[in-house]
Each structure stands twice: as C-alpha cells, then as structure tokens.
C-alpha cells in the first residue's frame, strides 16, 4: 500500500486534543447538536469515499469496510457506512468488534438506522480478521478518535498480524491509537494512506511518527468554516457579524 508522508508544515496552525474538546463543546453550546455535528464528519467521509471511487483511486466494485469502535469515532463511521448506501451507492460493510453498542448511545442510534435501510453488520474480533485477510476497497478505521487515552486493545493488535487486503485504509480524525499531540503511538498503529481530520489538523501528525502514520491529509469542515474556526482557536471567539 502507498503511503504519502505529510509535508513538513501544515498552512493553518495544528490543534492539540483539548482544544479540539473544547470547539466541539462550545458548537453544541451555540446550538448544533452531537448528532448534526456528527451528520457533517460522516458527509465529509463519505464524499471523499465516492470521490476516490469515481476517479478510480479505490475501485468501486470491492466492499468497503467500516471498523468501528465503541464511541461516538464509531458512531462517525456507521453514519458514513449509511451515506454510502446512497447513489452512486458503494458496497459498506461495517464491523463492530467490541459487540452491539450500549443502547441509547449515538452508536446505537446510527447502527440502528444504518441496518433499517440493510446495510450489513459484523459483530466480534474473529468476524474482522477474517474480513481483512479479504480484498476490499477501503479499510475504515473508525475504531478511536483523538480522545483515546489509553492503549489499544491487544486484540486490534492481532488482527493487524494477519494480511490486510484492503486497497486503501482511511482514518477518522486519527489513525487509531495515535497520541495527536505526541505523535506517538500507543501500541501498534494501522498506517493510513489517508487521514480525514476534524476541524483542524492535529499537533502529532507533524511530530514523531505522526507523518509515517497518517499518510495524506485532509481536513472535513463540521459546518463552521475553517476560517471562523482558526479565529475562534486564536481569539477564543467567533467575530461578530459585520452590520
């Protein structure tokens, strides 16, 4: 699998992780939802999925694999997974390794949805290591954002020792397990050929392993621009509307 290393310098500012808490704290406080914010990070994955279909960088006809872990990272990969079900429709497959989500949960709610309009559903480690050793279009890894604050399971680990046929493997936020202000990585990391981040590049995608690990980058807006967010970042505001 190609890797494309990062360029040496971002052109916005990176952001730590608690300055990334905090903008997604201060968006729900001015009315936009986890669910709406969350509707944003899966339209921006899923265009950049049909995207690189269309221009034959992945190839359309293999099945593309959502791996998704327990908390609201997952929860951006199945909604993702479900927009994809749309024309031009891709092939998803969703994996949920850890089992059914905790009811009441965003996961629960987009899986939910995601299986009323018949997209398929894997549960447990062997399901996903058995589908890896497949040919697919896209790996998913929608496994742990850039909360993730302890070390990755050894069973992620272990499937990560097998063959993994996928053309392409896609991090949300991060590549699962990387520590986005080090750069380092907490046990053994999935290098991804490309990495859709939230908002604003991280600090450790510059740092340590952070470039052999992300691939190429690319940013997804959450319905706020860019240049609001970065003045928001420097200023700890947005600026008032012109009168």
């Known amino acids: 699998m190609a890797r494309q290393p990062l360029p040496p310098l971002f052109s916005e500012k990176p952001w730590s992780v608690a300055t990334c808490v905090e903008f997604d704290r201060v968006l729900q406080d001015l009315g936009l939802p986890a669910i709406v914010l969350m509707e944003q990070a899966a339209r921006g994955i899923s265009d950049f999925l049909k995207n690189q279909a269309?221009?034959?960088?992945?190839?359309?006809?293999?099945?593309?694999?959502?791996?998704c872990g327990p908390g609201n990272n997952g929860a951006d990969g199945i909604a993702a997974a479900r927009q994809i079900l749309a024309p031009p429709s891709l092939a998803p497959q969703v994996f949920l390794p850890f089992g059914p989500p905790r009811p009441g949960t965003l996961l629960a709610q987009q899986l939910q949805i995601y299986s009323q309009l018949g997209g398929p559903v894997h549960y447990g480690w062997e399901a996903l290591g058995q589908a890896l050793q497949q040919p697919a279009a896209v790996c998913v890894d929608a496994l742990f954002g850039v909360g993730l604050n302890r070390p990755l399971p050894p069973a992620w680990e272990e499937v990560q020792k097998g063959p993994i046929q996928a053309s392409s493997i896609l991090a949300?936020?991060?590549?699962?397990g990387l520590d986005c202000d080090s750069g380092q990585a907490q046990g053994t990391v999935l290098p991804a050929t490309w990495t859709l981040t939230f908002v604003a590049p991280k600090q450790g995608f510059s740092r340590a392993r952070g470039p052999q690990l992300c691939g190429q980058v690319e940013v997804v807006d959450l319905g706020v621009s860019r240049r609001l967010a970065s003045h928001w970042q420097q200023k700890g505001c947005f600026p008032e509307a012109a009168s």
Request: aromatic share 16%.
């Open 54 to 67: 269309l221009a034959g960088s992945i190839p359309s006809k293999e099945p593309f694999f959502f791996v």
């Open 172 to 176: 949300v936020d991060c590549p699962s």
